[in-house]
């Protein structure tokens, strides 16, 4: 009888650690569903029309030699995947580079005027014209494209090339382009 007591069940380490795995794993499968079912990749933007529209950015700090390769007409696709992204709608603008710092509680700008030139960096803004679908949310897909980098939002960065750079612009502005303008 003595053999009897001593062989009930108990809830061992290992038993505990199978448990929590498969809670976990489930979970897991639950969260990726939510995911894919919320991600702006989605097939969200497959019954909106396709428009062109005026993309306005800036890019921070970069010497002049970027402001001059960027001219109207120039193509720049996506960074990461090299798909298309679009084209300059006009030549970039640009001034001396702001930098913001904080004091003991007080915030003042800094350009860097007088520096080698060299030295000296230009925040560059300019429009692109791209293709693309847009839903309510503000997301813009680009090209019809199903990758989350071909998916833009005001105030999101993207990293963008062309035949003469590499860049990363921030996205300051997305309107329906008139071609009129």
Do not use: C
């Not at 890019?59 to 996506?78: I, L, N, P, S």
């Not at 803004?125 to 503000?138: A, L, P, Q, T």
């Amino acid at each position: 009888m003595e053999e009897n007591k001593s062989s009930k069940k108990r809830i061992g380490v290992i038993d505990v650690a199978i448990i929590i795995l498969l809670i976990l794993s489930i979970v897991g499968v639950a969260m990726r569903f939510l995911l894919v079912k919320n991600s702006p990749k989605n097939d969200e933007f497959y019954d909106l029309p396709s428009e062109k529209y005026l993309v306005s950015f800036l890019v921070r700090e970069k010497r002049f030699e970027y402001a001059e390769h960027m001219k109207k007409g120039a193509e720049f696709r996506f960074g990461g995947t090299n798909n298309p992204f679009g084209e300059l709608a006009e030549d970039v603008t640009y001034n001396n580079a702001e930098k913001w710092y904080s004091d003991g509680g007080k915030s003042y700008m800094v350009k860097n005027e007088g520096a080698d030139d060299h030295q000296l960096r230009y925040d560059i803004y300019g429009s692109f014209i791209v293709e693309g679908k847009m839903n309510d949310s503000g997301l813009l897909s680009i090209n019809d494209s199903n990758s989350a980098d071909g998916v833009v939002a005001l105030y999101s960065s993207i990293g963008l090339r062309s035949d003469d750079m590499v860049i990363n612009v921030t996205v300051t502005g997305i309107s329906p382009y008139n071609s009129a303008d």
